[in-house]
C-alpha cells in the first residue's frame, strides 16, 4: 500500500486487522464482522460459536469449507487485493464480504 | 386445525415479526403449534391427524369407519451425524421413530423420505442411516435430498446411492394405486443470497410428467425445502416455487408434503394442501421466533413431542381433502 501523509480510516482499520489475526465469527446465523478489510497476504480464520452447522464458501468459487461444527475454524489466505463475497452454503441468507487490499 | 390457528399460521407465514420483539400473543400464537407431533391420515377424503401415541394405540380415529386403502410415512431431517444440545442422540430419536413406524397398522407401504438424510454427510453417514433404515417393516423408501445432503460435493454421493430411476438431478415420479407421486429437488441451486430452487430443467420436465395425467388424478408432491414462502427471511421458501404450483392448478386435489424446517406447519390454498413435517433429530424455532433457525433446545422431557414422523392414509375415489388436527394431549 503506497505511503500517505494522513492514513483514512480504512488505512486505520487495515492496521488493526493487521495487529491482530483476522478473525470472523459465526454466530446467530451470521458472520461477524460482515465486512472485513485486510492487508494482501493475509490469513483470515473463521470460528463457528453457532449451535448449528456452517460453511464459509466463496461467493465465485475461490474457496469452501468443509461442514463447520460448533467450534470448527476454517482458515484462508488471501493474495490477491480485490473483494471477496462469501456465504453459507447452507444457509445462503447468510453473508459475508472480505475486502483485501 | 381451528380457525384461530390458521390465523395465528397465516401471520407467521406472511408476516414479519412485530417490531421491537416478540409479544406474548404471538409467542404463544408460535407455541400453539410448533409442539405438536402428529400423525396425518388420509382416509375418506379426510386428512385428519393423530399423536403417533394414538396411532399406535388405536389405528382408526373416532368416526373413522374404514381403513384407507393405502399407507405410506414421511420421514424428515434425520440428520445422521448432529451433535448437539437440541438432541444429545440422533440415532436414540431416529430408533424410536423407526419403532412407531413398525407399530402402525397397517404397515405403510413405503415411505418417503423429505430430506437431509445427513447432517453434514460425513463419512459413514449414509451408510448408517441405511442400516438403519433396514429396520423398517416397509417394501421401499424414496428419497430427495436435502441441503445437508449435497452441499459438500454438490450431490455426487447422495445421487449415486439413491440417484437410480430418477431424471435429472434426482427428480422422480411414481404412482401407487391410483395416486401419482412426484419427488423434486429443489436443494442443488444454492447460491449466495439465493433459496432453495427447482430450475427450469425440472420445472420443464414436471410440465411434461403431469401433462398425461387427468385433472382427477390425486397427486401427491414431496420435497426438502417447503414449495410455497413459510419464512423467506430464513431461507424457507422455494424461489420457484409457484411456478411448479401452477402448473397443479388443475387438480382435483395435491398434497405437498416437505422438511426443512423441522416442524409442522400446515396451508391450504386452492385444491392444494401444504405440510412441513418434524424431524427425527431436533427441532427448529418457529419463524421468527429465535433470532436464527437454529437448533432448538427444548426441555429432555419434551424433545419427543417435538420430534417424530407421519403417517398417510389415502382412500382411492376421494377427491376433496379437508384437514382436521388433534392437538396433544
Known amino acids: 500500500m503506497a505511503a500517505q501523509a494522513a492514513p483514512s480510516p480504512i488505512q486505520a482499520e487495515v492496521a488493526t486487522a493487521a495487529a491482530t489475526a483476522p478473525q470472523v465469527t459465526v454466530e446467530q446465523a451470521m458472520f461477524g464482522p460482515a465486512t472485513l478489510t485486510i492487508r494482501a497476504g493475509t490469513t483470515v480464520t473463521w470460528v463457528n460459536h453457532d449451535g448449528d452447522l456452517h460453511t464459509v464458501t466463496s461467493t465465485r468459487g475461490l474457496f469452501a469449507s468443509p461442514g463447520l461444527d460448533a467450534g470448527d475454524t476454517f482458515a484462508y489466505r488471501f493474495s490477491a487485493p480485490g473483494t471477496y463475497p462469501y456465504f453459507c452454503a447452507l444457509h445462503p441468507h447468510m453473508h459475508g464480504t472480505i475486502i483485501v487490499q | ?329
Not at chain 2, 388405536?58 to 414421511?74: I, R, Y
Not at chain 2, 430430506?115 to 454427510?121: A, E, M, N, V
Not at chain 2, 442443488?188 to 427450469?200: C, D, V
Open chain 2, 1 to 329: 386445525m381451528t380457525d384461530d390457528t390458521s390465523r395465528a399460521q397465516h401471520d407467521h407465514t406472511h408476516g414479519e415479526p412485530p417490531a421491537g420483539g416478540l409479544t406474548r400473543r404471538h409467542a404463544l400464537a408460535c407455541m400453539a403449534w410448533a409442539g405438536t407431533g402428529l400423525v396425518w391420515t388420509l382416509a375418506g377424503g379426510l386428512l385428519s391427524s393423530r399423536t403417533l401415541g394414538q396411532a399406535a394405540a388405536a389405528p382408526l380415529a373416532p368416526g373413522q369407519s374404514q381403513l384407507g386403502d393405502f399407507s405410506f410415512v414421511q420421514m424428515s431431517d434425520t440428520h445422521i451425524g448432529f451433535k448437539g444440545a437440541a438432541n444429545p442422540d440422533v440415532m436414540a430419536t431416529l430408533h424410536l421413530a423407526i419403532a412407531k413406524i413398525n407399530a402402525l397398522q397397517p404397515a405403510p407401504a413405503f415411505l418417503l423420505h423429505t430430506g437431509d438424510l445427513t447432517h453434514s454427510q460425513k463419512a459413514g453417514a449414509f451408510d448408517t442411516l441405511a442400516e438403519a433404515l433396514k429396520e423398517v417393516k416397509t417394501s421401499q423408501v424414496f428419497y430427495v435430498p436435502g441441503e445437508h445432503d449435497v452441499f459438500a460435493d454438490g450431490g455426487k454421493e447422495f445421487l449415486n446411492r439413491y440417484g437410480q430411476g430418477t431424471t435429472g438431478n434426482g427428480w422422480q415420479s411414481f404412482d401407487y394405486q391410483g395416486v401419482h407421486f412426484i419427488g423434486l429437488v429443489n436443494v442443488l441451486n444454492f447460491k449466495a443470497a439465493g433459496l432453495g430452487s427447482l430450475g427450469q430443467d425440472q420445472l420443464d420436465w414436471l410440465k411434461n410428467d403431469v401433462a398425461r395425467l387427468s385433472s382427477s388424478t390425486p397427486l401427491v408432491l414431496f420435497t426438502h425445502i417447503p414449495l410455497w414462502a413459510v419464512y423467506p427471511t430464513w431461507g424457507w421458501v422455494t424461489e420457484d416455487g409457484e411456478q411448479a404450483l401452477a402448473m397443479l392448478k388443475r387438480f382435483g386435489s395435491v398434497t405437498v408434503l416437505n422438511g426443512h424446517i423441522h416442524q409442522i406447519l400446515q396451508k391450504v390454498e386452492g385444491r392444494i394442501t401444504f405440510h412441513t413435517a418434524m424431524s427425527t433429530a431436533f427441532p427448529q424455532p418457529a419463524p421468527g421466533a429465535a433470532p436464527s433457525p437454529g437448533p432448538l433446545q427444548v426441555p429432555a422431557e419434551q424433545l419427543h413431542r417435538v420430534l417424530g414422523i407421519r403417517d398417510v392414509r389415502y382412500v382411492q375415489g376421494q377427491q376433496a381433502l379437508a384437514l382436521v388436527e388433534t392437538p396433544l394431549g
